[in-house]
């Protein structure tokens, strides 16, 4: 059972786009929302989380929106950049993390 | 400084051996975790301990027996390795109420021949 979808698996965007990606959780026990950025050979990295008492944050070009009643939470990445080429998993927390299986980014220049 | 150093990087074995992976936290965090991250980039938790004391235990072969001396270290040792364990294992940290998220090593790639 997964309980974290995350949606698309990969993606490709043009330099200067906005890319967004798209997670749906079951666990009405999750607390904790975070979006982590993996380069190849690297461990994940935390981009942004956000709290379920919160609807949006932003930080800098990326935004994660919140939806409570939906169970749904999304990455926007303003002004993509082919820097952010990277795999963006989501993931929510209870007792431990839970990620979605990740989605391929690749802007190109 | 590394916050969270996992050694070896690589690790290459035959199957049937027994291996060791370490980890060390230097951010004073709570709670250190065991993740694998297989060929298809999936990551699922293994262990997590907290204060030295197992907290999750997934569904995960008693080959694997994860050991915590202090709060700073989380060790994984693998008994008779199989060709299915090849993988990338994480290690990480937090502290209990997640505040700043989870810290991620670099990762040991484990490739059993």
């Known amino acids: 059972q997964q309980q974290v979808k995350q949606s698309p698996q990969s993606l490709i965007v043009q330099k200067g786009g906005i890319s967004i990606i798209n997670c749906a959780y079951e666990n009405t026990a999750f607390d904790y929302f975070p979006w982590y950025q993996q380069f190849p050979g690297k461990g994940p990295a935390l981009l942004i989380a956000i709290r379920p008492d919160v609807s949006e944050k932003k930080e800098g070009r990326f935004t994660i929106s919140f939806n409570k009643s939906a169970k749904q939470f999304s990455l926007h990445i303003m002004d993509s950049q082919p820097g952010d080429s990277a795999t963006y998993f989501c993931?929510?927390?209870?007792?431990?993390?839970?990620f979605g299986k990740g989605t391929t980014l690749s802007v190109s220049s | 400084d590394t916050a969270v150093s996992q050694t070896p990087k690589y690790l290459v074995t035959q199957m049937g051996n027994d291996k060791s992976i370490k980890c060390e936290q230097n951010?004073?965090?709570?709670?250190m975790y065991w993740y694998k991250q297989d060929s298809k980039k999936f990551l699922k938790i293994m262990f997590s301990y907290n204060n030295k004391e197992l907290i999750i235990n997934e569904t995960v072969p008693n080959r694997f027996s994860p050991k915590s001396p202090d709060k700073a270290h989380l060790n994984l040792h693998i008994n008779s390795l199989e060709l299915g364990d090849s993988a990338v294992y994480f290690c990480?940290?937090?502290?209990?109420?997640?505040?700043?998220?989870?810290?991620f090593g670099s990762g040991t790639r484990l490739t059993v021949v």
């Open positions: 990480a940290s937090s502290r209990r109420d997640r505040t700043g998220g989870y810290t």
């Open positions: 951010l004073g965090h709570d709670t």
């Open positions: 993931a929510a927390a209870g007792t431990a993390l839970i």
